[in-house]
């Protein structure tokens, strides 16, 4: 390669120089080609030849044209022969600079790029020669140019899609930026008003000034490189805001805080949804009050103030009396009503400092503390609030229909911190509760030592009666029944508990307890399953076989949507005839929702198996529900079978009679004596059941007497 240093009309430069020369343009770091007036390019150096792909000797001679190199612009489109830089310069005489342009490489996905440089050439005359072309490799700056407007995108997107609010503060200069988010998450438009690097200060609340402050100089003049903070900032419309500061400190080599950047968060929904799940876990929804989880919570620390303090507090147990039935009669939105009506009487009735919370359904709990230093001081305070309390939730209510007036029962249990438990003090109150409902409703009784001793008997009760149903300590014993000629017609099963330490308990001992805690349920169904069984057995029996076997069967049994099917898996499990069974049913099954006991006893009628009434006459029942159940039988209450008489005579001629109008058989039960019998045939009482006949007796001792083989 061979570059004059001279122009034409001066002598050449000395060969050594020129070697010398040349030399300096081959390793050149940037290309270089020297095009004649024409485009021509009559001189490249190596570097020019390795960029463009091409030995010197073929770059001799070409032009610069897209036909020929092919450059890119920078959106890769390919470049136009006019704009190449060489072209520009020589058809206008001046210096093209800086233009980014690329070069397609056979070797690679994406061309070469190159700042290119072009410079027209004149004689001493000012004639145009020729131009000079000088590009460099800067694809690496190319790359790093997108790989940094891609990065500034990506963040121009977040912070678009993001509710942070940015800012910056140089604390050497006191320059400041705040974004556009920083101000519209305060209701200003960017720069509305001066704000500068202490001005932002006055819009932080009142209340947390001097705690920002106190943690700010802390920051600066300790080692710390990030921060997390929460305050408030005044909002345009003068609501506050709460933020969530981040943010980063920026030291120089001493360690002094010389800039500080960060962001805003606006917790705003946050601390909206924070509290709602607060309320949700301590708050009731229908009445607004604390629920059982905040009562808990806050009596342990109320226990804790009465130990230090002394003094004795109360605790309130607030039942409505029936509310389950105005549930029932009038729907849950009249009980809802109630009960919001109840919570305000409430709050009426009570000072700020007294605790006020529903447990649930119907039941409140109101707290007093600091009532007096002993219980004789304490007491009268406490059934001063009771009694106000009677007074206003006995007032009518607003509901649906005519005002009526509800009343509660309240339970007081007092406490001192000393030696109470929330649970123990909830217990007495609610044991005291059920003495006030058991004393006739609408009044208030205090937590006395026996009721507890009651209440663990009664614990001690249903846990052997769990047990003893694991066990199966249930058994059967049977009672014979017999018409007024004495001839075998039926019997009833009845259940005893052989206890493994009290030996055989009647069921005057257990049932109430097993119909409280709903044990019935599964007793019940041993007790129909066992007789299920000895109806099979009895099958066999020509004397037996032609017996109906009555089983008792709980209103809380009655009320299972399955029950139906129970009692026909037992049938179909055991073999046993449903013609020869029959479920008696106590009067109580007046009481609940008629239907649905209606539809149950109409399916199992369907089966084939009948229904007595037990106990009828004792003055719960309706006799226009009689013609709504599907009776086989009435079962006369005992009391006019002892009572026999001249005033009984005329109520059981009643039932005989009205009992004969619908087709039903009558069954006078605890006939003990000869004039009782006597008595009940003259009535019309055409089955008979009681001591006078025949005991109960064990299930095997009852087939024993009165099989055929009994009687053979």
């Known amino acids: 390669m061979q570059l004059q240093l001279q122009d034409s009309k001066a002598p050449p430069a000395p060969p050594d120089l020129q070697r010398r020369f040349d030399e300096l343009l081959d390793h050149l770091p940037a290309g270089v080609t020297v095009h004649d007036i024409h485009g021509r390019i009559v001189m490249a150096n190596l570097q020019a030849a390795r960029m463009l792909d091409r030995s010197e000797q073929e770059l001799i001679g070409t032009r610069p044209t897209s036909e020929e190199w092919h450059l890119l612009n920078e959106n890769l489109s390919l470049l136009a022969d006019e704009d190449y830089p060489v072209s520009q310069a020589l058809r206008t005489g001046k210096k093209v600079t800086g233009m980014i342009l690329g070069i397609p490489s ?32 800067c694809t690496q700056l190319k790359d790093a140019q997108q790989r940094l407007e891609k990065s500034e995108e990506r963040l121009r997107l977040i912070l678009h899609g993001s509710t ?50 106190a943690f700010l100089a802390e920051l600066l003049a300790g080692p710390r490189h990030t921060y997390t903070l929460e305050f408030r900032l005044r909002h345009r419309q003068g609501h506050d805001v709460p933020v969530l500061v981040r943010g980063i400190v920026l030291r120089d080599a001493s360690g002094r805080a010389i800039r500080l950047s960060g962001t805003n968060t606006d917790l705003t929904e946050r601390k909206q949804a924070e509290r709602r799940i607060y309320e949700l876990a301590y708050f009731d929804p229908l009445t607004g009050l604390p629920n059982r989880r905040f009562l808990i919570e806050e009596l342990d620390k109320t226990l804790a103030r009465a130990t230090r303090s002394g003094q004795y507090g109360a605790l309130l147990f607030i039942d409505l009396d029936n509310f389950k039935l105005l549930n029932d009669t009038m729907g849950h939105d009249v009980g809802d009503m109630l009960l919001r009506q109840v919570a305000h009487r409430l709050r009426q009735a009570l000072r700020d400092s007294d605790q006020l919370a529903r447990l649930g359904g119907d039941e409140f709990v109101v707290v007093l503390e600091s009532l007096g230093a002993t219980p004789a001081e304490t007491t009268p305070h406490a059934d001063h609030v009771a009694r106000k309390i009677l007074s206003l939730l006995g007032q ?35 044991l005291a509760m059920y003495r006030a409902k058991a004393d006739g409703r609408n009044t208030a009784r205090f937590f006395d030592p026996s009721m507890q001793a009651a209440a663990e008997r009664q614990a001690a009760l249903d846990k052997a009666l769990r047990d003893g149903l694991a066990r199966r300590e249930f058994v059967l014993f049977c009672q014979p029944q017999f018409d007024t000629g004495g001839r075998l017609i039926g019997a009833e099963a009845l259940a005893r508990w052989e206890h493994c330490e009290h030996g055989l308990v009647g069921p005057g001992e257990f049932i109430s307890q097993a119909e409280n ?47 139906p099917l129970t009692v026909a898996g037992l049938l ?74 001249d005033n009984s005579a005329t109520i059981v001629q009643a039932i005989v009679a009205l009992a004969r109008k619908l087709g039903l058989d009558v069954v006078a039960e605890g006939v003990e004596q000869e004039d009782q019998r006597d008595f009940m045939v003259g009535c019309g009482c055409n089955v008979l059941q009681g001591y006078l006949l025949g005991r109960p007796v064990p299930m095997p001792e009852f087939e024993r007497l009165y099989g055929s083989a009994g009687h053979a």
Request: net charge negative; glycine share 8%; hydrophobic share 40%.
């Open 106 to 137: 056979v070797n690679a996905s994406t061309p070469c790029w190159t700042i290119c440089n072009a410079y027209p050439e004149f004689d001493e005359d000012g004639t145009l020669q020729g131009a000079v072309a000088c590009f460099s490799d």
């Open 517 to 563: 805690t709903g044990l019935i349920v599964p007793l019940g169904r041993q007790v129909l399953e066992e007789s299920c069984r000895a109806l099979a057995r009895w099958a066999h029996d020509p004397t037996l076989g032609r017996l109906k076997l009555s089983v008792n069967v709980s209103v809380r049994q009655l009320r299972d949507p399955d029950f």
């Open 572 to 645: 179909a499990a055991t073999g046993a005839s449903a013609d020869k069974l029959c479920l008696e049913l106590t009067e109580s099954v007046f009481s609940e929702n008629m239907q649905e006991p209606i539809k149950r006893m109409e399916q199992l009628r369907a089966q084939g198996i009948a229904f007595s009434l037990d106990d009828f006459g004792n003055g719960h029942s309706s006799l226009a529900y009689l013609t709504r159940f599907p009776l086989a039988a009435l079962k006369i209450n005992r009391s006019f079978v002892r009572d026999a008489g």
């Open 396 to 430: 009518p209510y607003d509901l649906p229909g005519n005002p009526s007036a509800r009343t509660p029962s309240i339970g007081i249990a007092l406490f001192d911190g000393s030696d109470s438990s929330i649970d123990a003090l909830l217990r007495q109150a609610d």
């Open 164 to 213: 942070d609010a940015l800012w910056d503060w140089d604390l050497v200069s006191g320059e400041t930026y705040y974004s556009e988010r920083w101000w519209d998450m305060l209701g200003y438009s960017p720069g509305e008003f001066p704000i500068g690097s202490q001005g932002w200060r006055d819009l932080i609340h009142p209340a947390d000034r001097d705690d920002v402050t």
